[in-house]
């Protein structure tokens, strides 16, 4: 037990000094300046926008870079789509897998090109190499880089004085990709594959087992989408168990880069902002907001887990909870995993969530429910937790009784307004689609397990789809997949599909478009000089009430939610 | 007007050249590379006996309940490496309690002949339970040394003998910090074969 604090406290210490070196680093990218990779990209942009036809200067206001922004996403989701219905005719299709059912296909490309890798798929049993690298890990690096772009723009609209532009999408997306996703990706991916993490073009082997069996190995290019899958807080696996396959996630130190991997760049984009609004103090106050809840969350989650289940005290078995863990990441590491995956939009697991305890369980769903601000998805994360900064500022200017203000500019009645279309949208969406899919029979047929459990599965499948993250209590189904070679007879449910479709979309680009409009408005007033009496929000009290509104607007929406299912099973010994 | 036209074709232009950079390129020269520079581990850390091929050393295979054999963890699929999934049953599941008592009187019954001691309290937990991957290759130390015994009785060994083998096979935490240590199953049982064949 001692063991795992340490390990937790440790983590946290590199976290925190990587922080400043990657949130410079990203800062300056933002912000077009040299790094010490611009003499060897720096050609290659330059080409990229040549061959776009685009100025990298040519500044864009709030409706013009969300239109470039829209207009890419739906060319980047008709192009997924397109390869996940033709797989059977592409190259690269060793095992010989058929194409996508269409509700299926239109879940998937909704999933990817949203960030959230929600998987209603198996990979190994159902998707080609082609499929998996060319649509699945494209999208990967892009719907990352989008929510990072958007970021960047959102910080040009608060530190723009009197201006309307908030940068050009088409620059923001490619130096993002060359000059963080990829590099950091490549990297990664080779030492990944040096530790095991399989990367090969060859099609599976079946070999006779040393006790005289069969088994068969499936392989794949998976180191390459292992690496840009944690970076890009996407979290769709190669294969159907995720991180938890050795394959994908082969040992104690492939874990713990995973882990750094998922964080390091929403951990290292409040470093960024501050230093891109010149007061890193108002960073490290964000981060301290987001580093509080998710030591709560780890603690929680590792504390349930090693009380161990109801089910297997049924059983007289010892011991902390192993249902559903690898011995190589044990509860410390699996439960690390879980917050880190939640509070980040990744959403990868090590461990199968479905069988966590009920308060362990709870956990990734609390994080989820904070609407992924807890550092959340790359960009998404923070220009999350800004809106609820605006909200929190608007708040305790309420309290005061003073104009409500942040980094000198006034948030008045339009930016209240978007903030929270910014803010309910999400809640809204899990809310009313949670509650559709348990009210009849197209909806409860995805639901595996009986009782308290089963409300679980269905509010964890909307909660995670709304808020972009992908993980799952993954018995809840949306596909079956007959044993049959070449996908024959595999079906998709229409309503799980569908319904998930819409919401992943609905839960990804109507938020966005919220805060880039705030963005859009606060460009272009004037900054006021910081006052006496102006509220600061870079100070400890902020932080306190930041922290607050983050966890009431939360528990409010959801609390009763949480009572009917996890809850209920954290507080009983009761079998279902 | 002009403006959305403009956007399309950039738009158009710009996914083909990266879906060229980052879904070709990329995952092809990481391919390359690896295959160089790490051509067992990017190949899978195939297990090879007298030159044949008997599965990976990374993931975990049946051991069909063969006495003279350490058993790995209880799988929801049967060790299969190309169809994964998970048990998915509720930490208040009856069923799955039902599961973990099949499996705890298995392990009494297949562990207790040889060490008669053997108590229900006694048993480690990932004894009964499955894991995530349904592969793991690994069981925990407790596991591995109640085992030996079967295993060092079978075999004809000295019991020290089989759990230093035990001791040899046990990875570690990452710098002695990190992760859980956990003793791998195919390895062990290797290196039992050539020890002691049957």
């Given at each position: 037990?001692a063991?795992?604090w340490?390990q937790?406290?440790l983590?946290?210490?590199?976290?925190?000094?990587l922080?400043?070196?990657?949130?410079?680093?990203l800062?300056?990218?933002?912000?077009?300046?040299?790094v010490?990779?611009?003499?060897?990209?720096?050609?290659?942009e330059?080409l990229?926008?040549r061959a776009?036809r685009?100025?990298?200067?040519?500044?864009?206001?709030?409706?013009a870079y969300?239109r470039?922004?829209?207009?890419?996403?739906?060319?980047?989701?008709?192009l997924l789509?397109?390869?996940l219905?033709?797989?059977?005719?592409?190259?690269?299709?060793?095992?010989?897998?058929?194409?996508?059912?269409?509700?299926l296909s239109?879940?998937?490309?909704?999933?990817?090109v949203?960030?959230?890798?929600?998987?209603?798929y198996?990979g190994?049993?159902?998707l080609s190499?082609f499929?998996?690298?060319?649509?699945?890990?494209?999208?990967?690096?892009?719907?990352?880089?989008?929510?990072i772009?958007?970021?960047?723009a959102?910080?040009?609209?608060?530190?723009a004085r009197?201006a309307?532009s908030?940068?050009?999408?088409w620059?923001?997306?490619t130096?993002i990709?060359?000059?963080?996703?990829?590099p950091?990706a490549?990297?990664a991916a080779?030492?990944?594959?040096?530790?095991g993490v399989?990367q090969?073009?060859?099609?599976?082997?079946l070999?006779?087992?040393l006790?005289?069996?069969?088994?068969?190995?499936?392989f794949?290019?998976v180191?390459?989408?292992?690496?840009?899958?944690?970076l890009?807080t996407?979290?769709?696996?190669?294969?159907?168990?995720?991180s938890?396959f050795?394959?994908?996630?082969?040992s104690?130190?492939?874990?713990?880069l995973?882990?750094f991997l998922?964080?390091?760049?929403p951990?290292?984009?409040?470093?960024a902002?501050?230093?891109?609004?010149g007061?890193r103090?108002?960073?490290?106050?964000i981060?301290?907001a987001?580093?509080a809840?998710?030591?709560?969350a780890?603690?929680v989650?590792f504390?349930?887990?090693?009380?161990?289940s109801?089910?297997?005290?049924?059983?007289?078995?010892g011991?902390?909870?192993?249902e559903g863990?690898?011995i190589?990441?044990?509860?410390?590491q699996?439960?690390?995993?879980?917050?880190?995956?939640t509070?980040t939009s990744t959403?990868?697991?090590?461990?199968?969530?479905?069988?966590?305890?009920?308060?362990?369980?709870l956990?990734?769903?609390a994080?989820?429910?904070?609407g992924?601000?807890i550092?959340g998805?790359?960009?998404?994360g923070?220009?999350g937790?800004?809106?609820?900064v605006?909200l929190?500022v608007?708040?305790?200017g309420?309290?005061?009784g003073?104009t409500p203000?942040?980094?000198?500019k006034?948030i008045?009645?339009?930016?209240?307004?978007?903030?929270?279309v910014?803010?309910?949208?999400?809640?809204l969406?899990?809310l009313?689609a949670?509650?559709w899919?348990?009210?009849?029979h197209?909806?409860?047929?995805?639901?595996y397990?009986?009782?308290p459990q089963?409300?679980?599965?269905?509010l964890?499948?909307?909660m995670s789809?709304?808020n972009?993250?992908?993980?799952?209590f993954?018995?809840y189904t949306?596909?079956?997949?007959p044993n049959a070679?070449?996908n024959a007879?595999?079906e998709?449910?229409?309503?799980a599909?569908l319904l998930g479709?819409?919401?992943m979309?609905l839960?990804?680009?109507?938020?966005l478009?919220a805060v880039?409009?705030v963005a859009?408005s606060?460009?272009g007033?004037?900054v006021?000089?910081l006052g006496?009496g102006s509220?600061?929000?870079?100070?400890?009290?902020?932080v306190?009430?930041?922290?607050?509104v983050?966890v009431?607007v939360?528990?409010l929406?959801?609390f009763?939610?949480?009572l009917?299912g996890?809850?209920?099973?954290?507080?009983?010994?009761?079998?279902f | 007007?002009?403006g959305?036209?403009?956007?399309l074709?950039?738009?158009?232009?710009?996914?083909l050249?990266f879906?060229?950079?980052l879904?070709?390129?990329y995952?092809?020269?990481?391919t390359?590379?690896?295959?160089?520079?790490?051509?067992?581990?990017?190949?899978?850390?195939k297990?090879?006996?007298?030159?044949?091929?008997?599965?990976?050393?990374?993931?975990?295979q049946d051991?069909?309940?063969?006495?003279?054999y350490?058993q790995?963890?209880?799988?929801?699929t049967e060790?299969?490496?190309n169809?994964?999934y998970?048990?998915?049953?509720?930490?208040?599941s009856?069923?799955?309690?039902e599961?973990?008592?099949?499996?705890?009187d298995?392990y009494?019954?297949?562990?207790g002949?040889?060490?008669?001691?053997?108590t229900?309290a006694?048993?480690?937990?990932?004894?009964?339970?499955?894991s995530a991957?349904?592969v793991?290759?690994q069981?925990s130390?407790?596991?591995a040394?109640?085992?030996a015994?079967r295993v060092?009785?079978?075999?004809?060994?000295?019991?020290e003998?089989?759990l230093a083998?035990?001791d040899d096979?046990?990875?570690?935490?990452?710098?002695g910090?990190?992760?859980e240590?956990?003793?791998n199953?195919l390895?062990?049982?290797v290196?039992?074969?050539?020890?002691?064949p049957?």
């Amino acid at each position: 037990m001692a063991q795992g604090w340490l390990q937790f406290a440790l983590f946290l210490v590199l976290l925190t000094a990587l922080v400043p070196l990657l949130g410079t680093y990203l800062a300056k990218v933002f912000q077009g300046e040299r790094v010490f990779l611009t003499p060897v990209l720096g050609p290659i942009e330059r080409l990229g926008y040549r061959a776009f036809r685009v100025r990298p200067g040519d500044g864009q206001d709030w409706k013009a870079y969300a239109r470039s922004l829209l207009v890419f996403s739906l060319l980047s989701w008709l192009l997924l789509y397109l390869i996940l219905r033709t797989q059977d005719v592409l190259p690269l299709n060793p095992e010989g897998f058929g194409s996508g059912p269409w509700n299926l296909s239109f879940n998937t490309a909704s999933s990817f090109v949203t960030n959230t890798n929600w998987q209603y798929y198996g990979g190994e049993t159902t998707l080609s190499y082609f499929a998996q690298m060319a649509g699945l890990a494209v999208q990967n690096f892009l719907s990352a880089a989008v929510g990072i772009a958007v970021l960047a723009a959102v910080v040009r609209g608060f530190i723009a004085r009197s201006a309307s532009s908030l940068g050009n999408f088409w620059a923001d997306l490619t130096r993002i990709v060359l000059y963080v996703l990829l590099p950091i990706a490549t990297l990664a991916a080779l030492v990944l594959a040096s530790q095991g993490v399989v990367q090969t073009l060859s099609g599976s082997e079946l070999v006779h087992t040393l006790a005289g069996g069969q088994q068969t190995l499936a392989f794949g290019p998976v180191a390459s989408q292992e690496a840009i899958k944690e970076l890009g807080t996407n979290g769709g696996g190669f294969f159907n168990v995720n991180s938890a396959f050795p394959f994908e996630n082969p040992s104690s130190f492939t874990n713990l880069l995973e882990i750094f991997l998922m964080l390091s760049i929403p951990a290292s984009l409040p470093y960024a902002f501050g230093r891109m609004i010149g007061n890193r103090r108002q960073g490290w106050a964000i981060y301290a907001a987001m580093i509080a809840m998710f030591v709560v969350a780890v603690a929680v989650v590792f504390a349930a887990e090693q009380h161990g289940s109801p089910a297997q005290h049924a059983a007289g078995i010892g011991g902390g909870n192993m249902e559903g863990k690898e011995i190589r990441n044990g509860i410390a590491q699996s439960s690390l995993w879980t917050a880190v995956t939640t509070v980040t939009s990744t959403g990868a697991v090590n461990a199968a969530f479905d069988s966590l305890t009920g308060i362990g369980g709870l956990v990734p769903l609390a994080n989820l429910s904070t609407g992924e601000v807890i550092f959340g998805g790359v960009g998404s994360g923070l220009y999350g937790m800004l809106m609820l900064v605006l909200l929190t500022v608007f708040i305790a200017g309420l309290m005061v009784g003073r104009t409500p203000e942040f980094l000198g500019k006034k948030i008045e009645a339009r930016e209240v307004k978007l903030v929270l279309v910014a803010v309910l949208t999400t809640p809204l969406l899990v809310l009313v689609a949670t509650a559709w899919a348990v009210a009849g029979h197209d909806g409860t047929m995805s639901i595996y397990n009986a009782g308290p459990q089963g409300f679980s599965e269905s509010l964890y499948a909307y909660m995670s789809q709304a808020n972009n993250n992908g993980s799952a209590f993954a018995g809840y189904t949306g596909f079956l997949q007959p044993n049959a070679p070449g996908n024959a007879g595999a079906e998709g449910f229409d309503f799980a599909n569908l319904l998930g479709g819409v919401v992943m979309l609905l839960g990804r680009f109507l938020p966005l478009l919220a805060v880039l409009a705030v963005a859009g408005s606060l460009a272009g007033k004037r900054v006021a000089p910081l006052g006496a009496g102006s509220f600061r929000a870079d100070s400890p009290t902020f932080v306190v009430l930041l922290i607050g509104v983050v966890v009431i607007v939360a528990a409010l929406t959801f609390f009763p939610a949480f009572l009917l299912g996890p809850a209920v099973q954290g507080l009983t010994d009761q079998l279902f | 007007m002009n403006g959305l036209r403009r956007d399309l074709t950039t738009a158009a232009t710009a996914l083909l050249a990266f879906t060229l950079l980052l879904g070709l390129a990329y995952p092809l020269a990481t391919t390359g590379v690896a295959q160089l520079a790490f051509p067992g581990a990017a190949d899978g850390s195939k297990v090879e006996v007298d030159g044949r091929v008997v599965g990976s050393e990374l993931i975990g295979q049946d051991f069909g309940g063969e006495p003279g054999y350490f058993q790995g963890r209880p799988s929801a699929t049967e060790y299969s490496a190309n169809v994964t999934y998970f048990n998915n049953l509720g930490p208040n599941s009856r069923e799955l309690a039902e599961f973990f008592a099949a499996q705890r009187d298995a392990y009494l019954k297949r562990e207790g002949r040889y060490d008669p001691g053997l108590t229900v309290a006694e048993i480690p937990a990932d004894a009964v339970t499955t894991s995530a991957s349904g592969v793991d290759p690994q069981i925990s130390v407790a596991n591995a040394r109640i085992q030996a015994r079967r295993v060092a009785a079978v075999r004809d060994l000295p019991l020290e003998r089989v759990l230093a083998l035990v001791d040899d096979h046990t990875e570690g935490r990452f710098a002695g910090l990190f992760g859980e240590p956990g003793v791998n199953v195919l390895k062990l049982n290797v290196a039992l074969d050539q020890e002691a064949p049957q």
